[in-house]
Structure formats: structure tokens, C-alpha cells
């Protein structure tokens, strides 16, 4: 099963260097040669060295998308691949070594498994804002149970660290690109969820930067994306489009 790690990055150079080493270090641990897992990195209008860093990852292949957005970048990126699997961290994330193995597990081990996700692992965080974090990341959980489960209604997948079967991003029409940040998750988590199962595990983390977090607070960001998956999911639309870049030193 071949499967295709599809990392978006504007202006990461700060960040991308580790993310691009964990990522070798998971498909090293897998086993996998170039046939059964490519690694690409859209460079979304880029205006700093994110993509001359790129370039000194053999293994790494730079797609351009000179149309700035998260979705646009997605898209972009799973068009120039060729994996049954499209994996989608971030330029912020440091992917576990064993990610791409359980994720191999996880979708060969299920046909009807269409989309998985796990939770993010702040790297970054100071202790305090750590655990408000989980405490909040688990009454999300929660109503994800609630509305997968009881209500039928899409599911939960985490920016930055997801899978979807190419066959479900093709049913599907692959991202919205009208969506230009928060609920973009969100949204092919419902639409998925038409064509077969979305699983969130708690196996399956993803350490990732808090920096979002930092910069605008823990509860502005939680009610923000609270109320993007709301909408998202309920109407079909995220009520928030206007959203801040923030980069490490700016």
C-alpha cells in the first residue's frame, strides 16, 4: 500500500528542517522503499528559504502552489501524488517514528477505513498550558463520540495529522479550496464520512508546535476552532475565514 506524505509549508524554514527528518526517521522505521512511500513538500508561496531547504532532502520532492492558503497547498499536493494514501502533517509537526507503520496497520487491517487521525502532542507548550490542552482536546473527543455516534453526523479529524484513502479524497472532489483555514479538517471529516468510516485514536499522536496556541491563547484558539467545527459540521461552512500567519521570531 503505497502512501504519500504531503507536507504544506509557507514560509516554514525555521521549523521544516526537523519535521523533514522526523519524517525520514518514520519511513526508515517502516521499511519502506521509494516505490512504497514518497515524501512532498508543497512550497505555498514561500518567500524565505523553506523551499532551498527542501531541496537538500534527496528523498524529498517540492511541488509549487503559488496560490497562498492551507487548502489550496493540500490540494496541490495531492494532485502530484500517486500514493492509495495521503498523509497530511504539517511543517510545524515531528512526526513519531512509528506513525507511518501504525498507519499501514490501521487502513491495510480495515477496507472500510477511509479516513484516521490522532490527537497533537504540543513539543512546545509550557506544563500548564500542556494539560489544559489534553483536558480540552478530551471534551472534544467526547463530542466527537457524540456526533460519529449518536447523531451520525461527519466526524473528527485533526489538522496536521491525518490519512485519507485516495479513493475517498477522488469521491469527494478532494479539498475545498474556498475554505481558507479553520473547519478545513472538519470538512473532509464530513464529507468522508458519507463513503466510510473516520476514525480519531488516541495511538495515534502527532508532535506538533503550540505556537498558535502561544501567540493567541489557549481558550481564544480552543472556542475559535470549538466553533468552526460546530458550524462545519452542522451547516456545512466555517463562520471564521480570516486568520493569522504566525511564524517563529515574527
Not at 497562498?68 to 515531528?94: C, H, M, V, Y
Amino acid at each position: 500500500m503505497r502512501i504519500s506524505i504531503v507536507i504544506p509549508a509557507y514560509n516554514e524554514e525555521a521549523v521544516l528542517e526537523p519535521c523533514l527528518k522526523a519524517v525520514e526517521r518514520a519511513v526508515a522505521f517502516a521499511h519502506l522503499s521509494p516505490e512504497e512511500c514518497e515524501i512532498l513538500l508543497v512550497n505555498n508561496a514561500s518567500t524565505d528559504g523553506t523551499r532551498d531547504i527542501a531541496l537538500k532532502f534527496p528523498a524529498v520532492r517540492v511541488v509549487d502552489e503559488p496560490r497562498k492558503g492551507l487548502t489550496r497547498a493540500r490540494q496541490a499536493g495531492f494532485a502530484a501524488s500517486s500514493g492509495e494514501l495521503i498523509a497530511n502533517p504539517d511543517a510545524d509537526t515531528q512526526m513519531p517514528r512509528d506513525w507511518i507503520a501504525h498507519v499501514l496497520a490501521e487502513f491495510s487491517g480495515d477496507p472500510w477505513l477511509m479516513a484516521l487521525s490522532g490527537p497533537p502532542l504540543y513539543y512546545d507548550l509550557p506544563l500548564a498550558k500542556r494539560i489544559l490542552v489534553e483536558m480540552l482536546i478530551m471534551i472534544a473527543f467526547v463530542s466527537y463520540l457524540i456526533n460519529y455516534y449518536v447523531l451520525k453526523k461527519g466526524g473528527m479529524l485533526q489538522g496536521g495529522n491525518f490519512v485519507v484513502r485516495r479513493s475517498a479524497l477522488e469521491s469527494i472532489g478532494g479539498y475545498d479550496t474556498s475554505i481558507e483555514f479553520y473547519g478545513e479538517d472538519t470538512d473532509i471529516a464530513r464529507r468522508v464520512s458519507k463513503i466510510g468510516k473516520v476514525r480519531w485514536t488516541w495511538t495515534l499522536p502527532m508532535y506538533a508546535s503550540g505556537r498558535r496556541l502561544m501567540a493567541e491563547g489557549v481558550m481564544t484558539i480552543s472556542y475559535r476552532y470549538t466553533l468552526n467545527y460546530l458550524s462545519t459540521l452542522f451547516i456545512k461552512r466555517p463562520v471564521t475565514v480570516a486568520y493569522r500567519d504566525i511564524r517563529p521570531g515574527r
